[in-house]
């Protein structure tokens, strides 16, 4: 057994998007010494795509996603108030088109969450809120300079092959291979970059008839979107669909009529049956702890990092 002097790091984390980095930083934090192996650079994994904005969606109620998401939404707002680069508080509209008894699930991590009258006929009410959006490339440098140190490049196999106590998976789609997992698959999205008009709110129509749409604004661009599909590998640009997307946000806000298209981006959400999987694997030689599944919600609970909390994590020197 290796001497306590012998031993390099305490946790190794697989994966360098913003969960992965995020569970590096927090355990350093905490007194680990930890390392990020990561096939794939930060800028190049599917955070780096995302919309990125606070909002559970297509997430089943979940006790466990509400106390993550509780925790994200504190700390994202205390980097948008410390000015974290691409972090900024954004009003949101949402357009409801089903009847419904109560408040979303998630409505109790959101102060300023309001139920008011819809805009037309076609809606039941309207929901309003503030939530913190994230523009994920200057965020995800950001993470990176707080890491510290540098991300090891190297695809793992297994996670065997890694000299360390403790390993978090956080390796998003791949855990369903990593790990043997069925349950983990893909769900594709499809956006639309255009240059932003001067909108400064998000608004949000997941039920429309023409399929779901939502205008996210940034800094420099608005994100148009969208689709969820299940299953779906290929992330190849598809003119037709980006051009419904750009359609249907332009019927929802007409100041994007004539925005100017910037790019067709598509990325691949991993979401997991049953809900995301944090536990610790005891059948490994080591103990990985796994934290995949979050699909469209992983900016809504990254910053809670389930994965950086596990007890055992940080070794005792």
Same mark, same amino acid.
């Given at each position: ?10 946790? +190794? ?152 106590? +403790? ?146 994590? +940080?070794?005792?020197?």
């Amino acid at each position: 057994m290796a001497s306590e002097e012998e031993v390099i790091v305490d946790v +190794v984390v697989v994966g360098a998007g913003v969960v992965g980095l995020t569970s590096a930083i927090r355990l350093g934090q905490a007194g680990a010494r930890v390392a990020v192996i990561s096939a794939d650079e930060s800028v190049d994994t599917v955070s780096a795509v995302a919309a990125a904005v606070w909002y559970p969606t297509h997430t089943d109620e979940d006790p466990r996603v509400l106390q993550w998401a509780v925790r994200t939404y504190e700390e994202l707002c205390r980097q948008a108030g410390d000015g974290v680069p691409g972090v900024v508080m954004r009003p949101t509209r949402m357009l409801v088109r089903q009847r419904v008894e109560q408040a979303p699930w998630w409505s109790a991590a959101v102060p300023d969450f309001a139920r008011v009258s819809p805009p037309s006929g076609e809606y039941t009410e309207e929901w309003r809120f503030t939530v913190p959006t994230v523009e994920m490339r200057p965020y995800l440098e950001w993470l990176r300079g707080r890491l510290g140190g540098a991300v090891e490049r190297r695809r793992i196999e297994r996670f065997d092959d890694i000299e360390a106590p +403790v390993v978090v998976n956080a390796t998003g789609l791949a855990a369903g291979e990593l790990c043997g997992d069925p349950d983990v698959y893909p769900a594709r999205g499809r956006i639309v970059l255009v240059a932003n008009p001067g909108l400064v709110t998000s608004v949000r129509d997941e039920d429309s008839p023409a399929g779901m749409t939502y205008v996210h604004p940034r800094g420099q661009d608005v994100v148009l979107g969208g689709t969820f599909e299940p299953g779906e590998w290929d992330t190849e640009p598809d003119s037709r669909v980006g051009t419904e997307i750009v359609a249907r946000c332009a019927d929802l806000v007409p100041e994007l009529a004539n925005a100017t298209v910037l790019a067709h981006v598509a990325g691949l959400r991993p979401v997991r049956r049953g809900g995301p999987r944090v536990a610790a694997d005891r059948a490994w030689r080591r103990t990985p702890r796994h934290c995949p599944g979050a699909g469209a919600s992983s900016t809504t609970t990254a910053t809670a990092a389930p994965g950086s909390r596990s007890r055992g994590a +940080v070794r005792t020197r």
